[in-house]
């Protein structure tokens, strides 16, 4: 949060000599030039200390008046930025006189200035001691306890002496108004900052102030007219450029928060925070490229801006490029080993790779860095479930509920565990309440009718296929699962027309030909199917799955197999089903090989064994066989395993409609 203080410092008038009258009353004419001279900060400073010195080194100079030349002399050189001279003078003042309050305020002033904050306090209390009246000290000393000390109330309470004892001083109004605003009292500070500019309605810090105070209360509206009043009153003002640009983003207007992110880094081309800002408009935009560019301009500016490694690795996500991500997402936590969201985010890197241990792996360390992010706990379960470790999930997704109940998310991925695991009203609870939580949440809709298909309540599946649908139009997971509502229907004409668009949608998602394909290797056209499967085994070159349905289409349209080409990993299930479609293996040893001490795994891998066994064999023309496997897939395989789709469609091929 950035705060301007309206005026750097708070200081009391250049003080003249006090006793020039007496000292030309006793007859030294030669002296009064000098002390004019010292007292005038219209003069450059050379004069003025020049005079001060001449002052300060004649013999025949009172000791009040030397003292007085001392402050003056302190003052020229504390503008100058010769703080320790500044301090030495202000010392010899307070020597010759120690009720002084004046100038150990100014000594106060110069140790902010050197950054020595409790010499300046000490200095700003001795000065309210001696001078309880003095408005400056308090405000002085109020500023060190707001911005350096984080001591509110204290910085409130002197703050509001000041005011007490100056109402005119607009300073202390924004400075206080500034200390509100860190304590979360945005009421407060609209009301300091709106005095603050009644008193001088020409500052455009206040009205920046203002602005953020608004913006803290969620009012984008009166914050963008209170930044683009400090713009009119200065037009360099890039903090006001930055956040306008800010509150236009989150209006969702982003040429506006373009533009006037652009004006910021016209006045400040290495300001790469506001780089860094319009990186992610540009992201938001799907325009990666520019996003970018962005952020490879703000690491150009600081190359140990993690930040800007973290989202510039953010948007090579999303543009699938996963190496990428993953190498941006290493500096970054380079830079900042406790950097807990990119933790999180190489871990979705990781998950995108398949990866699904690093992705585990660093989900964990994003959690021991900060067990109240939410997020990691829910992107673990989601990388258990691609595990199959689905109570782990569960639980998993129980803390990032306990951490934000108000997270919609988890409860939409609990749900997903839920239905896996068969405990169809818990899953339908979860979905319920991710809709509740968040009513645009289409996936949340998506989760839902997927249960709905399972509990073979149809035309409710339709309905909230529909509304997910009518809540993101280009949404093709929608329409893949309604193109299975519809399958399961027999309104297979509607159900070919949800595969064609969720195809049209996703061109470089798998799922989706996968789908269309398997309702095409039953229902429609063999030449369809085998080009749908193939095109998905082609687009995941590793997955067994997809490797053995482009097989199954081939053979069934009496081309040869070439299963033995793809390049699976044959150290694990479903290797055993790839070895019996080549002949390698019978039958009974894939199902043999189907055996896991994990019941749930077990009843899976059978599940599978049974189906493709059944395929394998209708090859073969022993439909008699195929039947009866067909049976067994349909009444022990999960109910979201694909396995029951295409069993169902092939007993209704054969005239065996369950």
């Known amino acids: ?207 920046f102030n203002l602005g953020l105070a608004w913006a803290h209360k969620g009012n984008d509206e009166r914050a963008i007219a209170d930044y683009g009043q400090a713009i009119s009153l200065d037009p360099k003002h890039v903090s006001a450029w930055r956040r306008r640009g800010d509150a236009w983003a989150r209006k969702g207007d982003p040429d506006r928060a373009i533009a006037d992110y652009g004006e910021a880094i016209k006045l400040d081309p290495r300001d790469g925070e506001t780089l860094r800002q319009r990186g992610g408009v540009w992201r938001d935009r799907k325009d990666y490229d520019r996003a970018i560019a962005d952020y490879g301009q703000a690491i150009d500016i600081d190359a140990r801006d993690a930040l800007a490694y973290n989202d510039r690795g953010w948007t090579w996500s999303l543009k699938k490029d996963p190496d990428r991500a993953i190498a941006d997402f290493d500096k970054a936590i380079g830079i900042d080993p406790s950097y807990a969201r990119a933790y999180n985010n190489r871990g979705l890197a990781w998950s995108d790779k398949g990866d699904l241990d690093r992705a585990i792996a660093d989900y964990g360390q994003a959690i021991a860095i900060d067990p109240k992010y939410a997020q990691p706990y829910d992107n673990r379960g989601l990388s258990l479930m691609d595990k199959g470790e689905y109570d782990r999930a569960i639980a998993d997704y129980n803390v990032a509920i306990l951490i934000d109940a108000g997270y919609a998310r988890p409860h939409r991925n609990r749900g997903a565990a839920w239905a896996r695991k068969g405990q169809f009203g818990y899953a339908m609870a979860d979905y319920d309440k991710a809709i509740t939580l968040s009513p645009d949440y289409a996936s949340a809709y998506v ?70 394909g398997i309702a095409q290797f039953y229902l429609g056209s063999p030449a369809s199917a085998q080009a749908d499967l193939e095109m998905g085994a082609r687009m995941r070159p590793k997955d067994a799955y997809f490797a053995i349905w482009a097989d199954l289409a081939r053979r069934r349209n009496g081309q040869p197999s070439v299963l033995r080409d793809a390049k699976l990993d044959m150290t694990k299930w479903p290797a055993p089903l790839v070895r019996m479609l080549l002949g390698d293996e019978t039958p009974e040893a894939a199902l043999a090989a189907a055996d896991n001490p994990d019941a749930a795994k077990q009843n899976e891998q059978v599940c599978e064994a049974n189906f493709n066994t059944a395929e394998f064999l209708r090859l073969q023309h022993r439909d008699e066989e195929s039947l009866r496997l067909y049976r067994l897939a349909l009444r022990d395989c999960p109910r979201d395993f694909i396995e029951i789709t295409a069993a169902t469609n092939a007993l209704h091929v054969m005239g065996k409609a369950p």
């Open 1 to 207: 949060m950035m705060l301007h203080r309206f005026r750097r410092l708070i200081m009391p008038a250049r003080r003249a000599l006090g006793s020039l009258a007496i000292l030309l009353a006793l007859g030294v004419p030669a002296l009064a030039g000098s002390l004019e001279d010292c007292a005038n900060d219209k003069l450059v400073t050379a004069q003025r200390i020049a005079a001060c010195k001449s002052v300060i080194d004649d013999k025949a100079t009172t000791p009040s008046n030397r003292a007085l030349a001392f402050v003056n002399r302190a003052n020229a050189l504390a503008d100058m930025g010769a703080y320790d001279l500044a301090i030495a003078d202000y010392g010899e003042a307070i020597n010759l006189d120690p009720k002084d309050a004046d100038a150990f305020n100014n000594r106060g002033l110069a140790w902010g200035q050197k950054k020595d904050y409790d010499r300046a306090l000490a200095d700003y209390s001795q000065a309210i001691l001696l001078n309880p009246q003095l408005a400056v000290a308090y405000g002085n000393r109020g500023l060190i306890w707001n911005d350096i000390k984080r001591d509110y109330v204290k910085a409130v309470a002197d703050l509001d002496k000041a005011i007490s004892l100056d109402p005119a001083n607009s300073s202390a109004y924004n400075n206080r108004g500034n200390a509100f605003l860190r304590t979360g009292d945005y009421d407060q500070a609209i009301t300091s900052y709106s005095q603050a500019i009644f008193l001088d309605p020409q500052y455009p810090d206040q009205y």
């Open 447 to 516: 989760g839902r009718c997927r249960v709905w298909i399972y509990e073979a309540r149809y035309n409710r599946a339709i309905s909230d296929c529909d509304q997910a649908i009518r809540l993101d139009a280009n949404y093709a997971t929608a329409y893949e699962t309604r193109g299975l509502a519809n399958i399961y229907k027999s309104a297979y004409s509607d159900a070919f027309a949800d595969y064609d668009q969720a195809v049209r949608l996703s061109p470089q998602y798998a799922g989706a030909y996968q789908s269309r």
